[in-house]
């Protein structure tokens, strides 16, 4: 005799609850009693983050759905932006990780506030209103800063710059990227830690550093830096993913910024 078959629907929810998404999807198709308990809300309310209703109720947007499940999915297909179109919110569909991606309004941009050095346009690929194009500095310093607690706990994860370069580019061949918790690191001990990135296509080929991927939404990304996200009993602050050239006399422009993505890895 199938042991399951004397358990109630309630009990295997409770047990598929300990498992992952995929099992859950997989277990539906054992038969009519374990897929009207695998789709139950019990076991993909485990699923989503339990901060989940606090997050969709931030959305510029009203989340329509019609289950827990229906929910699950709809925030790992379509990002949904919030707190006035200046943060994009999903989840990583294999595990339900939390996704972030801090749009240029988002970030600490030296002179940015500045229309001879940066200028705030749109771009028809972009989830946001707005990106940010640099005109011309000397000075490059891109900061994007989130609260740990607002992510997934016990993760790894990544940030990556979500960019595009202008035909026109100059000066963008290799910039310092680092990541640090704010509170555990100074700005100086990142800095001496930090690693190279190239954001320009046509860099010199003796130039060594982390080179851009292409994305499927029409964007390039680079990795700026990791870490791990301990347990919900220790709370690591903010933490901060920075780009910075500061050679002298080192002009850069041509570079267009979509924001900052922290996902897990």
Known sequence: MNPFTILSEGCISDIVSFTTPADAV???????GFKSAAESDIVWD?????????????????V?????KDL???LCESPILLDEDRLSFWLDKTNGKKCYLLSARQLTISFSDTQLFWEHTSDADSRF???VFLNGVD????RGKIGTRALSTRTNYAAYL??????????LESTNAMVRFVNQQSEDEAEE???????AARAPRHLKGRLPEKRTDGWLEVEIGNFYNGGSSHDNGDVEARLLDSRPSHAKSGLIIEGVEFRPI
Not at 162 to 168: A, D, H, N, Q
């Open 64 to 68: 329509i759905f019609y289950s827990k």
């Open 26 to 32: 997989r277990s539906s198709v054992i038969s009519k």
């Open 129 to 131: 209103p707005e990106v």
């Open 72 to 74: 699950y999915f709809r």
């Open 162 to 171: 979500v960019f595009k370069i202008s035909e026109r580019y100059h000066g």
């Open 193 to 199: 830690r930090a690693t190279v990135v190239i954001l």
């Open 46 to 62: 485990k699923f989503l983050p339990s901060d989940h209703q606090d997050i969709v109720s931030r959305s510029v947007y009203p």
């Open 139 to 142: 000075l490059l310093d891109i």
